[in-house]
């Protein structure tokens, strides 16, 4: 990257900061023409840096149909630009302003909904377990006394301390650190998102040791994008593309199947029923107006 592009970047990611919160993403993006964005870089396959060093990612294909629609309702380009987040830090940074939207594996609560606001879910998991071959972890009094790795902040710490509050959380500072300790033998198992521990089970140095429990996840999750709270303008947007991008799933339209199959489809990276998720994505769509097709919004 030279040095004249490092300038421009500085000089817009200079002006989003110069637009004063208060007016609303749509005017700071309408006054910068950048898009400011938070996602994740270890949550495969959501949001991670590939084996060529690319940042890439489901929640990377959401954004970037966020910055369509952006650019259709603005009638001016858009550029995203992409902030790192973690789950201890992505809340804060929709609270003071630095990015416009975060999407990932972050999890729906009525807990975080008093910081942020979400928009419609794009995908379901649930707490689960990772942990040995022949474990006996399938229910949740098995958990009792037992070391479960979680890492802090994250509903799946919460789950598990409120359902199980015998178990002993062992405090770890991402997964690949989760699945360290699980390997040493330093806990009984980490605690996940069950999407999330079958991509740390394929890249365990012996995938076939381990296994994700319970066949049901102890607590049933759905993903969305976390949003700055009362900016409905914006939040309307958001929703629109992901309408967008669920109604062209269940509807097999070529460009939003091609979306799904390349990270959850059986040649994908994390290959997830198509069946399952095509009635996931009509029950959320029951709660909106489908798009018609053929007319100017799709």
């Known amino acids: 990257m030279n040095c004249l592009w490092l300038g421009v970047i500085a000089l817009l990611g200079g002006l989003w900061g110069a637009v004063p919160v208060q007016a609303g993403v749509l005017d700071r993006v309408a006054a910068t023409g950048t898009l400011v964005v938070g996602a994740r870089q270890d949550s495969v396959p959501f949001g991670y840096i590939d084996a060529d060093g690319q940042w890439v990612g489901f929640s990377l294909e959401i954004l970037e149909l ?12 858009v550029q995203l630009e ?9 809340f804060d940074k929709i609270e003071n302003g630095s990015i416009a939207i975060e999407c990932g594996s972050t999890t729906i609560t009525w807990d975080r909904d008093r910081r942020v606001d979400f928009s419609l879910s794009y995908f379901i998991s649930g707490t689960q377990l990772l942990a040995p071959v022949g474990n006996a972890l399938e229910t949740i009094s098995d958990l009792a006394g037992k070391r479960i790795g979680v890492v802090p902040e994250t509903s ?34 980490f605690a996940s998102d069950g999407i999330m521990l079958a991509g740390l ?31 409905s303008r914006w939040r309307d947007l958001v929703n629109f593309a992901i309408a967008r991008y669920l109604q062209g799933v269940i509807s097999d339209r070529l460009e939003m199947v091609d979306i799904y199959e390349q990270w959850f489809g059986e040649s994908g990276v994390l290959p997830y029923p198509r069946e399952a998720i095509d009635a996931y994505y009509s029950a959320i769509l029951y709660s909106v107006e489908w798009i018609p097709f053929g007319s100017e919004l799709y």
């Open 82 to 90: 992409l902030v790192v987040v973690t789950p201890q830090d992505r």
């Open 66 to 77: 966020v910055r369509l629609q952006t650019e259709r309702e603005l009638g001016r380009p």
């Open 201 to 231: 089970r394929a890249a365990a140095a012996q995938p076939l040791a381990w296994e994700v429990v319970p066949d049901r996840p102890l607590q049933e999750e759905s993903y969305a994008c976390s949003l700055p709270e009362d900016d």
């Open 156 to 189: 799946n710490a919460a789950n598990v301390r409120t359902l199980q509050p015998a178990a002993e959380l062992v405090p770890v500072g991402d997964r690949a650190t989760g699945l360290s300790k699980l390997e040493a033998g330093e806990i009984d198992a």
